[in-house]
């Protein structure tokens, strides 16, 4: 599987991102695919997760209602759509696909879930 993140982008304060990511190779044996994020000097972050089959989600705390995530099926797409964006959100942002797994353990957000994960794609939210 192979993932390509693109969207990312300097934004003000209160404003809003949609990143996509764009899954190819044996993404139909896939199970769920997340979003994460790392802050200079930070850990690695879960931010959201969605399964392929059913669409179910899963969020970080500090994203929800916020920041929704989506997939479209047919084109192999996942979106992360960042709204009342804050300077703490700033951070690289990955997409990573997750082969197996349980719906426990997707929403855990741990990263060890997942298998393949794409290059990350900048946010900067400048206040």
């Known amino acids: 599987v192979q993932l390509q993140a693109c969207g990312g982008g300097l934004v003000q304060a209160g404003g809003s991102l949609r990143l996509s990511c764009a899954a190819s190779g044996r993404t139909f044996s896939s199970y769920a695919m997340g979003w994460f994020r790392q802050a200079p000097g930070k850990e690695r972050q879960f931010v959201a997760a969605?399964?392929?089959?059913?669409?179910?989600?899963y969020y970080a705390d500090s994203v929800k209602g916020r920041f929704t995530i989506s997939r479209d099926n047919v084109n192999n797409m996942v979106y992360l759509q960042m709204n009342s964006l804050k300077p703490e959100d700033t951070a690289v942002f990955y997409c990573a696909a997750a082969m197996y797994g349980t719906d426990s353990y997707i929403s855990s957000g741990a990263g060890s879930a997942y298998k393949f994960w794409g290059q990350g794609t900048q946010v900067t939210v400048s206040s």
């Open positions: 969605i399964k392929w089959s059913g669409g179910s989600t």
